[in-house]
């Protein structure tokens, strides 16, 4: 049976089919990127409409894509060991500990308990892995955008996301946003312009967040009150999350 709230695989294959949903997938693309890469010799989950990123995992040794039942299941097709399966969100069909990267996109805006399905992925996170949460921003405008798969179920903050995967048992290490111009189309061929103004002047007015968490974040404070981790490499920009125990950071001049 679908779920009403959830959209259907239908519709969100016809949106990344199309203009609109092509810059999208390259924006998210590129986040992704900055903080993965590729993965060689990981076992990598998507959980919700991953596909359009998944291929990107260059050197996995295995990928899969799990599609709540309510949005349904496509073919996708299996490169060595990937494959896509259907699954209940409150009972993922995988072993404790089974992958190395755990990546969600279109799945907790409209999961009947987004608190439930994270629970699931972090049962199924390796004790070293990394998980990524993609979720509609609160204050973006692709929020209300219902012609477009993040106008659907509940958008978040930051700082929702954050509690959510702490009370997951997972510590947030990086976050970024993506997706700063306007849903309009007049104005979708300035996107890369709008991602560097909107980083710095308007961050609120992002379209997705992405929150990266692990069980533990090892993570060292700079002078100016910011955690940065380590490893030094980077993971999401433009800013790591700041630590817990640090002091409330200084805007920088």
């Given at each position: 049976?679908?779920?009403?709230?959830?959209?259907?695989?239908?519709?969100?294959?016809?949106?990344?089919?199309?203009?609109t949903g092509a810059l999208v997938?390259?924006?998210?693309?590129?986040?992704?990127?900055?903080?993965?890469?590729?993965?060689?010799?990981?076992?990598?989950?998507?959980?919700?409409?991953?596909?359009?990123?998944?291929?990107?995992?260059?050197?996995?040794?295995?990928?899969?894509?799990?599609?709540?039942?309510?949005?349904?299941?496509?073919?996708?097709?299996?490169?060595?060991?990937?494959?896509?399966?259907?699954?209940?969100?409150?009972?993922?069909?995988?072993?404790?500990?089974?992958?190395?990267?755990?990546?969600?996109?279109h799945a907790l805006e409209e999961?009947?308990?987004?608190?439930?399905?994270?629970?699931?992925?972090?049962?199924?996170?390796?004790?070293?892995?990394?998980?990524?949460?993609?979720?509609?921003?609160?204050?973006?405008?692709?929020?209300r955008a219902e012609n477009t798969?993040?106008?659907?179920?509940?958008?978040?903050?930051?700082?929702?996301?954050?509690?959510?995967?702490?009370?997951?048992?997972?510590?947030?290490?990086?976050?970024?946003?993506?997706?700063?111009?306007?849903?309009?189309?007049?104005?979708?061929?300035?996107?890369?312009?709008?991602?560097?103004?909107?980083?710095?002047?308007?961050?609120?007015?992002?379209?997705?967040?992405?929150?990266?968490?692990?069980?533990?974040?090892?993570?060292?404070?700079?002078?100016?009150?910011?955690?940065?981790?380590?490893?030094?490499?980077?993971?999401?920009?433009?800013?790591?999350?700041?630590?817990?125990?640090?002091?409330?950071?200084?805007?920088?001049?």
């Open positions: 049976m679908v779920d009403p709230m959830r959209r259907s695989i239908d519709e969100l294959r016809t949106f990344y089919g199309e203009p997938r390259r924006l998210l693309a590129r986040r992704l990127d900055d903080a993965w890469g590729e993965a060689p010799d990981c076992d990598v989950l998507g959980v919700g409409y991953a596909t359009p990123w998944l291929d990107a995992f260059v050197g996995a040794r295995r990928v899969v894509a799990a599609m709540p039942s309510g949005q349904g299941v496509e073919h996708w097709p299996s490169v060595g060991r990937n494959r896509t399966l259907l699954v209940d969100d409150r009972r993922l069909p995988f072993a404790a500990g089974s992958f190395d990267r755990i990546l969600l996109v999961a009947d308990d987004p608190a439930a399905l994270l629970l699931e992925a972090v049962r199924a996170l390796a004790p070293t892995g990394r998980i990524i949460l993609a979720a509609a921003a609160r204050g973006g405008l692709w929020a798969p993040f106008g659907h179920g509940r958008p978040f903050t930051r700082g929702q996301l954050e509690r959510l995967v702490r009370e997951a048992g997972l510590e947030p290490a990086a976050w970024s946003q993506t997706l700063y111009v306007p849903p309009w189309t007049p104005l979708l061929p300035l996107a890369d312009g709008f991602e560097q103004v909107g980083r710095r002047i308007a961050p609120n007015t992002a379209g997705v967040i992405l929150l990266e968490a692990s069980r533990q974040a090892y993570a060292r404070i700079r002078p100016s009150g910011l955690a940065q981790r380590v490893p030094a490499r980077p993971a999401l920009t433009p800013q790591p999350v700041a630590s817990t125990s640090s002091p409330t950071p200084r805007p920088h001049p």
